[in-house]
């Protein structure tokens, strides 16, 4: 049991104490000298979740919150999914904002639409971290992802070393209002174009829902006369891609990459289905984060915790700090030095369907 303290602290103690530690910006209204209340009986960590339509977030989340009950078991992580939809995710912001956490993690479903959310949560002195997709416009204290731009880039090498011989691709992608997504593409384009590769049709799946882009694909079908593969924005989108086109008896004749190293595509790439996938090891970004979490909810400075900071992005309008992690392209040939050396997926369950 630990024991519940109630500091009753005056706005004058908050705002020695900001300029002491350096960390936040000194506002608000001087003449104010009402008192706060404030718990500090334990920390609280707000996170808001886009959904968990696919596979890899279930993982992100648990070894987060395993993370965090490490580093201070009596920090509080109160979880909010708003399945997919916007309006949702900015209410459970502003819920979270109102229970006054202290600190929030967001995986934002538009990169475009938090900016206003994540002013009120910075005017209410909650820091916020930027969860694997950049939240534009926002000035959030830190942005933790991967380097997208290289996952898109792995995907296109390999494509190009499995062999284009039409020299034509197609893209059935995520959707526009993920930031990750343009990035992505962009890696992926740059090595089509240096190989003279033509890009025949690109499709951004809404929502990420891999339905749309196996329909997309069954209703272009013809498109796929020449094209020598089918760039998939994640290894979900990959899964009914192989549906579609084992329908059609197009498997092994149009190649596919995808992202994620999700267990139907690690099991795809043993049996040769699928060319490569990016596996992205989600296990360090959620133990970075929740380092991050609890070092910005203690009021710390974030640069004591990491040496895995990267620089700076800019979010549209600041430059924001930023944290990526490298992802690594998966083989038929390193599958077992990667994926299956970290743990991240038992070997027998991804040989499940190769007999020797
Ligand atoms: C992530 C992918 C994920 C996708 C759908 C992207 O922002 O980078 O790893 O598959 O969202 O959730």
């Not at 979880?79 to 949702?88: M, R, S």
């Not at 494509?159 to 034509?168: D, F, H, R, S, T």
């Not at 384009?189 to 891999?210: C, L, Q, R, T």
């Not at 086109?245 to 992202?259: C, D, F």
Request: aromatic share 6%; net charge negative; with cysteine.
């Amino acid at each position: 049991m630990f024991r519940k303290i109630k500091l009753l602290i005056s706005f004058m103690l908050i705002t020695m104490l900001l300029l002491v530690t350096g960390c936040g910006s000194v506002e608000g209204d001087a003449s104010n000298d009402s008192v706060e209340e404030k718990e500090v009986d334990h920390l609280t960590i707000g996170f808001s979740i886009d959904s968990y339509l696919i596979e890899r977030w279930q993982r992100d989340t648990d070894i987060f919150d395993a993370k965090i009950k490490e580093l201070d078991k009596d920090a509080e992580v109160n979880l909010q999914n708003a399945n997919g939809d916007i309006e949702t995710q900015k209410q459970q912001i502003k819920y979270l904002i109102d229970k006054k956490v202290d600190v929030l993690i967001i995986v934002c479903i538009d990169s475009d639409s938090l900016s206003d959310v994540v002013a009120e949560a910075k005017s209410a002195g909650i820091p916020v971290i930027a969860y694997d997709r950049l939240i534009k416009n926002a000035d959030v204290d830190v942005y933790l992802s991967f380097d997208n731009e290289m996952v898109g880039q792995l995907m296109g090498e390999a494509l190009v070393e499995a062999g284009l011989p039409n020299k034509k691709v197609m893209m059935l992608s995520g959707p526009n209002e993920d930031n990750n997504v343009s990035l992505v593409e962009s890696g992926f384009k740059k090595v089509m174009s240096d190989n003279d590769i033509e890009i025949v049709d690109v499709y951004h799946a809404p929502g990420w829902k891999a339905e749309d882009a196996a329909t997309y694909l069954s209703e272009h079908l013809t498109e796929l006369e020449d094209v020598d593969a089918i760039m998939c924005g994640n290894d979900n989108i990959a899964t009914m891609v192989n549906r579609t086109l084992s329908e059609a008896r197009l498997t092994g004749k149009v190649k596919i990459v995808g992202q994620d190293a999700d267990l139907e595509a690690c099991q795809r790439v043993v049996e040769g289905v699928q060319v490569m996938t990016v596996y992205k090891p989600v296990e360090k970004l959620a133990q970075t984060a929740a380092e991050y979490a609890i070092a910005l909810a203690k009021g710390e400075e974030i640069a004591s915790v990491t040496d895995s900071m990267t620089g700076t992005i800019n979010d549209g309008s600041y430059d924001v700090p930023y944290c990526y992690l490298s992802p690594i392209a998966v083989t038929a040939d390193n599958m077992d030095d990667t994926v299956i050396a970290t743990g991240f997926h038992m070997k027998d369950e991804v040989y499940m369907n190769v007999t020797n």
